[in-house]
């Protein structure tokens, strides 16, 4: 495809937006059903957004393609070429190989997670557009193979604050946690939310990484301000790995941490918006209640607890 000009993303726009206008829906119509927001669809039409498996799938099923576009996008080399940061080389290297990755992460979302538009928005506030945009390709780059069908084990366990702290904005921060619920059900991937009102939790005291490598080879890595941190010493490993597996143990179950993650969705997607008519209220309440039941009276997201 060299010599003609367009882009492996370029050609999958092209084929979304024929059997988008064949299904006689415009951008936005599209959109409403998947859900989006319009410029999402256009901008994966016009080859300049990577959309994710699930949204390809998705578009299958409202445009009955019978699988095209999902066939389509696990053909593509989305991220051909990319670069890191020379400090973050080496982490990108153990996650081309590893067999097994266990994280923490506080604050903000873990990389293997973050959706495209929540990336930029971490990125966009430190960097040029042109930076940004090179540092969110090469983050999302590392995504593909743990979100793949045969992808490595990987545990994940989120502060709260991760749920909390908004990045971008309401929109950016509901996608985000929908796009958590959906990797959540993969065979690979488990998700436990550390609440912020359990003051028994051990947690580390940064985000760290427990990294198992095929040979057998365990790292520990973090990170500060600029750089990453490596350590291989058995007894370092060790230690954090025992204060990693306590806290995975005793924070919420993935099911009680889907609910709460799926009241953060809520709560962020009516933020700033009119409140429901009574009769979807009434209807509402029962599925609500048990969502609380199920992460033990948290609250709705993203309200903030009054502290004691």
């Known amino acids: 495809m060299g010599g003609s000009g367009v882009t492996s993303a370029a050609l999958f726009g092209e084929v979304l937006k024929h059997h988008r206008e064949a299904a006689g829906l415009t951008q936005e119509a599209l959109a409403r059903e998947i859900p989006c927001d319009r410029s999402h669809v256009a901008r994966v039409e016009a080859g300049t957004r990577v959309p994710q498996d699930t949204f390809a799938k998705t578009c299958d099923e409202l445009l009955g393609t019978g699988g095209v576009l999902l066939r389509l996008w ?14 973050f080389e080496r982490r990108a290297q153990m996650d081309a190989e590893t067999v097994a990755l266990r994280e923490y992460q506080a604050q903000v979302m873990p990389g293997l997670l973050q959706t495209y538009d929540y990336a930029w928005a971490l990125f966009s506030r430190v960097a040029s557009r042109e930076k940004a945009e090179e540092r969110v390709r090469a983050r999302l780059s590392r995504q593909q193979r743990f979100l793949a069908p045969d992808g490595p084990l990987y545990l994940v366990v989120l502060d709260e604050s991760c749920l909390r702290n908004v990045v971008g904005s309401p929109a950016v921060m509901r996608d985000q946690c929908a796009h958590l619920l959906s990797v959540g059900q993969r065979p690979s991937i488990r998700l436990h939310v550390a609440p912020a009102d ?14 198992k490598l095929p040979n057998g080879h365990e790292w520990v890595y973090s990170e500060s301000l600029d750089r990453g941190h490596f350590s291989d010493d058995p007894a370092v490993y060790t230690s954090h790995s025992r204060t990693y597996d306590l806290l995975r ?22 933020h700033g918006q009119a409140r429901p008519p009574r009769g979807d209220m009434d209807q509402e309440q029962p599925q609500r209640r048990q969502r609380r039941q199920l992460h033990r ?6 309200r903030r607890r009054p502290r004691p």
């Open 74 to 87: 696990a053909r593509i080399d989305w991220y051909p070429e990319v670069e890191h940061p020379d400090w």
């Open 249 to 270: 143990a005793d924070a919420l179950s993935a099911r009680e941490s889907a609910a709460l993650i799926s009241e953060a969705v809520e709560g962020f997607g009516h």
């Open 297 to 302: 009276g948290g609250p709705r997201y993203p």
């Open 198 to 211: 359990h003051s028994g939790l051990v947690r580390p005291n940064t985000s760290m990484s427990l990294i």
